[in-house]
């Protein structure tokens, strides 16, 4: 008596149970991290550990002098990471 009163109220309750399982779902799919997309692709070319000459130009260069960009991976990091500056 009381398995079969769990069975109908189990059996009547699963199309609502169902459903709020599949908008949960629906939500966390929709919800989820995206992958970060760089918005300049840097190519690190240096193995040493030098940031960059200038944090302000959108270049990955830890040397302006030289020629040619010479990209470490502290400088690629900093670059995109680095906030614009503000101009009063």
Do not use: Y
Request: proline content about 10%; some cysteine.
């Amino acid at each position: 008596m009381i398995t079969q009163t769990i069975r109908t109220a189990i059996l009547t309750k699963m199309p609502q149970l169902v459903l709020a399982l599949a908008v949960v779902n629906l939500w966390l799919l929709l919800d989820a991290p995206r992958p970060a997309h760089a918005s300049t692709p840097f190519t690190v070319n240096q193995i040493t550990d030098v940031p960059d000459a200038n944090l302000s130009d959108n270049l990955c260069d830890i040397n302006s002098f030289v020629l040619g960009e010479q990209c470490t991976l502290r400088a690629a990091i900093q670059e995109p990471t680095t906030p614009p500056e503000r101009t009063p």
